[in-house]
Each structure stands twice: as structure tokens, then as C-alpha cells.
């Protein structure tokens, strides 16, 4: 089980991710060569972000995308798309060639669970998923993906899955009374909980993130009861802009 950490906003401290004991880290957008390098040369694996299926409108015109705009999230401003459209499979293979090409060795895919276009089914969706990893995978055989959110899809297409990620299975938010026991939830986290279970089964490594104080008890809580389930734990902001606390990487690092 691989450590896993990441950084989304600020300069990312390169050299303290590459002492401090992570295997797998990610870097935020594709084309951070100095970066990539520094962690390629420590033995840590730089994962590049890369959204599955909302598009940012500085990335509109670069991705040539000419499909339907299934809704917008208003949360982030993003608009969600259709991943079985073409052009929107082509951008996601060039994003991937972008990322291999500045050092990157993995990507963690963002919303990896898309909306289903009118017309199409969730199956049709997965097998459109399926189609863009192995195009990668045929220029780029050394990448590993990250999926966050894609449970459906990694449990139909698991060769393509070396890594899942889900966020706040153990602090659940929306049923306090299943803190630290996600299974103890009927509705939304046990499934869910469940369904990682079996990806961990698979042989698939399954992480955590938590928002918490690192250096907190609670993260201690979470970071204590990730762990036995044979989880990997990553607590650190919401924004992941403070360093982490990850499976054997101490806060603060």
C-alpha cells in the first residue's frame, strides 16, 4: 500500500515531498517538470491532476471539446461533459501525453464518477472511461491512474485502477453517528465503505483523505481507524495546501 499525498494550491515544497517518505504524490496540473523531477529522482511517482469530467473555462479552448454540456457545478464553476463524446476523449489522451512528457508517471483522475449523457447508460460511460486509460496505457505503458469517486467503474474495469480515492469515509459528515465506522451507515457511507472493501480485495490500493488538523487528535482518530481497515490515510486541509499527514509520513513533514 503505497503512501499517498498531494498538493493543490501554492508553490509545492518538492524537496520536503521528497524527504519525507511518500511513494506516490500529486502535483496538481500536467507540466511541472522541475517538480516531477525532483520526486522522479527520490523514488517518489508524481501523479499529475486531471478532471475526468468537468471542464474549467481556461482549458475550454485547448480541449477542443464540442459535445454537449450535460450541467454546470456551481460549487467550482466547472461544467460537466460528455466522456463518450470524441473530443472529449481526445483531450483527456493529450492531457495524459502532456503530463508523461513534463515527468509525470500517473494521473489521478478528479469526478470519475460522470454523468450519463441522455441516450447512453452508465455501462456505455464506463466503456468510453475504459478506451481513453487504454489508449494512454498503449503510448504510456509505465503510467499508473488514481480514480477519485469511480467506484462503478473500478469494479468493472479494475485493470485499469492502481489506485482508488475517496474523501471523508470515516469522518461522515452526513451521519455522525457512523464516525470512524462508515459500515455502521445504511444510506451512503457503509456502501460506499463496502465497496472499497472489495477494491482493497482485488489487490487495489484504496486511500483516504481526511480534513482535519494534521497534528490534531482527531486526525489521530481518523488516521488510527483508516489504517485498520488496511486503508491508506492522507489528513490535511480541505484545499490540500498544508502538509499532511500520511500512512507512515508524520505532520508537518
Do not use: C
Not at 498531494?6 to 507540466?31: D, I, M, N, S
Not at 489522451?93 to 489521478?108: C, F, L, M, N, P
Not at 489521530?220 to 500520511?246: C, H, K, M, N
Request: charged content about 20%; overall charge negative; proline content about 7%.
Amino acid at each position: 500500500m503505497p503512501s499517498f499525498g498531494g498538493w493543490a494550491r501554492g508553490g509545492l515544497p518538492a524537496e520536503a515531498v521528497a524527504r519525507a517518505g511518500f511513494e506516490w504524490f500529486e502535483t496538481g496540473y500536467p507540466g511541472d517538470t522541475q517538480t516531477n523531477e525532483i520526486l522522479a529522482n527520490a523514488g517518489v511517482r508524481p501523479f499529475a491532476y486531471v478532471n475526468l469530467a468537468e471542464l474549467a473555462g481556461q482549458l475550454r479552448a485547448a480541449s477542443g471539446y464540442s459535445g454537449d454540456i450535460l450541467r454546470t457545478n456551481g460549487d467550482w464553476g466547472l461544467e460537466l461533459v460528455d466522456v463518450t463524446h470524441p473530443s472529449w476523449q481526445d483531450w483527456l489522451v493529450r492531457r495524459a501525453d502532456e503530463a508523461y512528457r513534463t515527468g509525470s508517471r500517473g494521473i489521478k483522475w478528479d469526478a470519475a464518477t460522470p454523468d450519463v449523457p441522455p441516450g447512453k447508460t452508465r455501462a456505455d460511460v464506463n466503456d468510453a472511461i475504459a478506451s481513453v486509460m487504454q489508449r494512454i496505457l498503449d503510448q504510456h505503458p509505465d503510467m499508473k491512474f488514481i480514480f477519485n469517486q469511480g467506484f462503478e467503474f473500478a469494479l468493472a474495469y479494475p485493470q485499469y485502477v492502481h489506485g482508488m480515492e475517496t474523501e471523508g469515509l470515516f469522518s461522515t459528515s452526513s451521519y455522525p453517528a457512523a464516525y470512524l465506522r462508515p459500515w455502521e451507515d445504511p444510506w451512503y457511507w457503509g456502501p460506499q465503505f463496502q465497496q472499497m472493501k472489495a477494491l482493497k480485495e482485488r489487490g487495489v490500493p484504496v486511500f483516504v483523505a481526511e480534513y482535519a488538523d494534521p497534528s490534531s487528535d482527531r486526525a489521530r482518530e481518523l488516521y488510527d481507524a483508516i489504517s485498520a481497515q488496511g486503508f491508506v490515510p492522507y489528513i490535511t486541509s480541505e484545499s490540500w495546501d498544508i502538509r499532511g499527514w500520511g500512512y507512515n509520513v508524520k505532520p508537518g513533514w
